[in-house]
């Protein structure tokens, strides 16, 4: 890279079996992108918060998680007791055999917003909540492309709990804000529906997706998706006893894929991370 002759910098990043290591300069450009989503949010009144690093697997069962994404799910286990010796004396090579685990009773977050949710259960609130919180989530997909398609990612994601309307608008000042900020990027993203369901494939929630999209990604040319504006009706406040006005709340959130900013930014300046660094805070500053 320019000005440097750091491994760090000749090598911005490198992607194995769908989990990516940056170096200095794409490490920079993700944390710069970071700090401008997060002040989005505080503009829009959203408190910053971090989560568990685990959800429990009966909590997401609660929210159709093993109905709709089983397959993505990443789970989380230990070496049962009595296998603890086979191993201790280092006679065993290769993946840790499934007989040797303990069963799973937790996974690895596929989405950022899943912990807020689970941390807000049961509350009853008259005044919108607006959250902002970035995580590390995990997808097991059937296979990986660069820092397109990673199997561990950051997600950086600003969430509203209130009314229909206060969802909506919250949904909308984001997509405006999106899109000034692409246009000082010099990167051109078509708004586009996505099908896959927060709710039962088989339900009627299922059905008036189809009729009114709940989620909208906003996507390159190249076919990568950056960013998504999730509205998930009152399904979160029915499933978690979450309430406003002493009805089931209404939740949405804007999700951003920090790594794959990282990619169409390379790509708009050239391989040339540091430059994309200086253009997206000036962009943070004027969206």
């Known amino acids: 890279m320019p000005g440097s002759d750091s491994a760090a910098d000749i090598t911005p990043w490198t992607v194995r ?35 568990p690093p685990l959800l429990a697997a009966d909590d997401l069962r609660t929210l ?20 603890l010796d086979t191993h201790s004396r280092g006679t065993t090579g290769g ?3 499934a007989r040797d685990l303990a069963d799973a009773g937790h996974l690895l977050p596929s989405a950022a917003c899943y912990g807020c949710f689970v941390h807000f259960s049961g509350t009853t609130t008259d005044t919108p909540l607006r959250v ?5 989530c995990f997808r097991h997909e059937d296979h990986y492309d660069g820092l397109r398609r990673l199997w561990g990612f950051t997600m950086h994601e600003t969430i509203c709990i209130g009314s229909a309307r206060q ?18 990027l010099g990167l051109s993203l078509s708004r586009e529906p996505a099908t896959d369901p927060f709710f039962e494939k088989e339900g ?15 996507v390159h040319t190249d076919g990568t998706a950056v960013a998504s504006m999730n509205n998930h009706r009152n399904f979160f406040g029915e499933r978690r006893s979450l309430a406003y006005e002493g009805k ?7 999700a951003f894929g920090l790594e794959r900013w990282v990619h169409v930014l390379n790509e708009r300046f050239e391989g040339d991370l540091r430059a994309a660094t ?10």
Request: hydrophobic share 40%; aromatic share 8%.
């Open 248 to 254: 089931a709340a209404f939740t949405g959130c804007v």
């Open 167 to 184: 969802v909506g608008e919250h949904l909308e000042q984001h997509h405006e804000r999106l899109a000034g900020f692409a246009a000082d």
């Open 17 to 51: 079996d769908g989990l990516a290591s940056f170096g200095e300069p794409a490490t920079l450009l993700l944390h710069a992108l970071d700090e401008v989503f997060t002040e989005w949010g505080t503009r829009a009144g959203a408190v910053r918060m971090t989560f």
């Open 132 to 136: 902002s919180t970035v995580a590390r």
């Open 95 to 97: 993946p840790v055999p």
């Open 64 to 83: 159709d998680y093993f109905r709709n994404f089983p397959h993505l799910g990443s789970t989380v286990s230990r070496i049962r007791t009595d296998r």
């Open 278 to 287: 200086v253009a997206v805070r000036k962009a943070g500053e004027e969206a």
């Open 204 to 218: 009627s929630r299922t059905l008036m997706q189809l009729l009114a999209p709940v989620k909208d990604e906003y």
